[in-house]
């Protein structure tokens, strides 16, 4: 079989999974057919999950295209604001009420994104085969800093962590899935991830301190072990540090 060629151009931050000098120009794949244009975008070391649209020769295509010799492929990224509307997207329904999986080096932004409302499962001890499976089966936005899980074929939806930061990271997955107006602060336990239900105060009164049960009315206990929350002196540091991202998000 005779080798073929195709030309690649990435867009905007998707030039950041590249070296610096394949950044930003054409860059040629020599390839053997019949190959998904999928392979040859991982190839390149960019995970699927990162690829919102793909235009080969000026048409929009899934993951599963064919490359043919000679083909124009321009690929971009989730969420890149340009006018495409017309181009079909690789994933035409967007996930609503976003459900998550951390991997396991992401418990400080798990335990963020429960504490602002967000369904999110995190593992100290999963392995890559079964968060990929977990995010499949389940239809959970896989989170992690891991370019080679992203690239495992049964993850459809993935969101590759760019900063070590938990609260740059926060800031990332909720700029790129557009959740700002989605926050349901204090809502779902941040140690377990069940959801809060508000308890009458005679009712968990033995588990308080002596200081809460005489300062406070309102309680929450989760759902699923038991902890008993209530608007103590971190509600207000909580409330202030969640303004301040909505303050971040609106001028991004
Ligand atoms: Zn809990």
Known sequence: MDKCRASFRFY???NDFLPQAQRKRQIEQVFEPPVPVRHLIETLGIPHTEVEVVLVNGESVDLECPVQDGDQVSVYPMFESLDISPVLKIRQSPLRN???????????LAHLLRMLGFDTLYFNDAGDRHLAGLSADQGRVLLTRDKALLMRRRVMHGCFIRSTEPRRQLHQVLCRMDLL???????????????LQSVAKDR???KLPIGVARHYNAFWRCTGCARVYWKGHHYRAMQDWIAGLQGELKAT
């Not at 976003?98 to 400080?108: I, M, N, V």
């Not at 107006?181 to 959801?195: D, G």
């Open 12 to 14: 905007a931050e998707l």
């Open 98 to 108: 976003p459900r998550f999986l951390a991997d396991a080096h992401l418990g400080k």
């Open 204 to 206: 968990v009164i033995e």
């Open 181 to 195: 107006h989605t926050l349901r602060p204090f809502s779902r336990c941040m140690e377990c991830n069940s959801p």
